[in-house]
């Protein structure tokens, strides 16, 4: 998984799987959610993250065992 903040867009990316987006679909206003060609959920774009997220510059990551 990786997360990526570009302050140039205000946009917060959450890379779930690397696999090519066939569709998307905002479901909610300002997040979009990337889908590969089988339905799997690939990937979460956060527009104007800088007022829907806490701290975008930030990743806390936590693993359970």
Known sequence: MKV???AA???LT???RDAPVAESDEDK???ILDYD???NLVSI???DASVRVEE???V???AGT
Do not use: A
């Open 4 to 6: 990526n903040y570009d």
């Open 9 to 11: 867009t205000d946009t």
């Open 14 to 16: 959450v890379i779930l």
């Open 29 to 31: 206003r300002g997040v």
């Open 37 to 39: 060609d089988q339905g």
């Open 45 to 47: 774009e956060v527009l």
């Open 56 to 58: 975008p510059r930030s």
């Open 60 to 62: 806390t990551l936590t």
